[in-house]
């Protein structure tokens, strides 16, 4: 029996959404949620809530794509912010190994300070600069600890054609201004949530072959997981509207002028090497991610 019972939490998430679609080969997909849009409930700042549906569905995988993701309104709500980033992920772990099921967890490149000048590796020193960077390290830390089988993917940048992100910000500003500021000396890598999406789903699919399976065991880790090459939010709002017959005017400004709660790093470009490695997983560069979300619109 090689068809899996798969636990996705928070099929209205950016990531998740794409994940209910991609996934579905994979095996019996039960998309939980705190919104009525899921199949059933579930709600990661309640850690009797977690440990019921764990109990009841026994799941052979979980993916968890739920997240506090809010990163300016964690510094004012942190208790929050650690209960569903840093918490909830340890109960799920916790819940995983009693199972002996795989937990794949997402994290992000705010867990480093952004002071390198060359792309982050999975063994480079973690120094969060904000409560979200700091909660989701906690996560990672509590997920390692426990021991069981796992996979977290770092990612960054994240954007798609629903949800709250930056690619439908600077569409919508575009019809409503004549003139932008973007900041420009943030480095990054802008990455689709359904690449994300495929990716996890490619991953899964080489862990479940009946022909070749790999050893979760010894896979367990930390893996980066975002497009290729680097770009600023300035030059990535341009490409968004490239295509835009009435453009507005989009100036560069420095993050020194569009202060912020929360402070982000500079430059988080993340290697993607040991996912290419261990999978044989490489995500396209930026900008041919941008483009094919931006054609992928039946509008
Ligand atoms: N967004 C980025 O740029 C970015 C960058 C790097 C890493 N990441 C990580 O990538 C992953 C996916 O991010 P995303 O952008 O897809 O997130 P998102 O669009 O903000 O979605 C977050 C999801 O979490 C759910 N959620 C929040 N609190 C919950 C709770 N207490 N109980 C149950 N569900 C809850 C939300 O449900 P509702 O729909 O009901 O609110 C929503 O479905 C997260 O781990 C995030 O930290 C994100």
Same mark, same amino acid.
């Given at each position: 029996?090689?068809?899996?019972?798969?636990?996705?939490?928070?099929p209205?998430?950016?990531?998740?959404?794409?994940?209910h679609?991609?996934v579905?080969p994979?095996?019996?997909?039960?998309?939980v949620?705190?919104?009525h849009?899921?199949q059933a409930?579930i709600d990661?700042?309640?850690?009797d809530?977690?440990r019921?549906?764990?109990?009841?569905?026994k799941?052979?995988?979980?993916?968890?794509?739920?997240?506090y993701?809010?990163v &300016?309104k964690?510094?004012k %709500?942190?208790?929050?912010?650690?209960?569903?980033?840093?918490?909830?992920? +340890?109960? *799920? @772990?916790? /819940?995983?190994?009693?199972?002996?099921?795989l937990?794949?967890?997402?994290?992000?490149?705010?867990v480093?300070?952004g002071?390198? &000048?060359?792309?982050?590796? %999975?063994?480079?020193?973690?120094?969060?600069?904000?409560?979200?960077?700091? +909660?989701? *390290? @906690?996560? /990672?830390?509590?997920?390692?600890?426990?021991?069981?089988?796992y996979?977290?993917l770092?990612?960054?940048w994240?954007?798609?054609?629903?949800?709250n992100?930056?690619?439908?910000?600077?569409?919508?500003?575009?019809?409503e201004?004549?003139e932008?500021?973007?900041?420009?000396?943030?480095?990054?890598?802008?990455?689709w949530?359904?690449?994300?999406a495929?990716?996890?789903?490619?991953?899964?699919?080489?862990?479940?072959?009946?022909?070749?399976?790999?050893?979760?065991?010894?896979l367990?880790?930390i893996?980066?997981?975002?497009?290729?090459?680097?770009?600023?939010?300035y030059?990535?709002?341009?490409?968004?509207?490239?295509?835009?017959?009435?453009?507005?005017?989009?100036?560069p400004?420095?993050?020194?002028?569009?202060?912020?709660?929360?402070?982000?790093?500079?430059?988080?470009?993340?290697?993607?090497?040991?996912?290419a490695?261990?999978?044989g997983?490489?995500?396209?560069n930026?900008?041919?991610?941008l483009n094919?979300?931006?054609?992928?619109s039946?509008?």
């Open positions: 029996m090689y068809s899996k019972k798969i636990l996705l939490i928070a209205t998430g950016q990531v998740g959404w794409e994940l679609r991609c579905q994979l095996g019996q997909i039960l998309a949620g705190r919104s849009k899921s409930f990661l700042s309640n850690p809530s977690i019921s549906v764990m109990r009841e569905v799941p052979d995988i979980v993916i968890n794509a739920a997240a993701t809010a &300016d964690a510094e %709500e942190s208790e929050l912010a650690y209960i569903v980033n840093g918490t909830a992920p +340890s109960i *799920l @772990a916790e /819940e995983c190994l009693r199972l002996q099921s937990l794949v967890h997402y994290s992000t490149d705010y480093f300070d002071s390198s &000048d060359k792309p982050y590796t %999975e063994d480079d020193p973690v120094n969060p600069m904000g409560i979200y960077g700091a +909660s989701k *390290l @906690a996560g /990672e830390q509590a997920i390692i600890s426990v021991g069981g089988k996979l977290i770092r990612t960054a994240i954007y798609g054609l629903r949800g992100n930056f690619l439908l910000t600077m569409q919508r500003l575009a019809k201004r004549k932008l500021k973007v900041v420009s000396d943030q480095i990054g890598s802008p990455t949530s359904r690449i994300i495929t990716a996890t789903a490619h991953i899964l699919a080489q862990l479940n072959s009946p022909l070749y399976p790999l050893d979760i065991e010894g367990s880790g893996y980066h997981l975002t497009c290729n090459g680097q770009t600023n939010w030059e990535f709002a341009k490409s968004i509207i490239a295509q835009y017959e009435q453009q507005p005017n989009i100036l400004i420095t993050t020194d002028d569009y202060p912020a709660p929360a402070q982000r790093p500079m430059y988080s470009v993340l290697s993607n090497d040991k996912l490695k261990t999978f997983i490489v995500l396209p930026w900008d041919n991610g094919l979300c931006l054609t992928s039946y509008n």
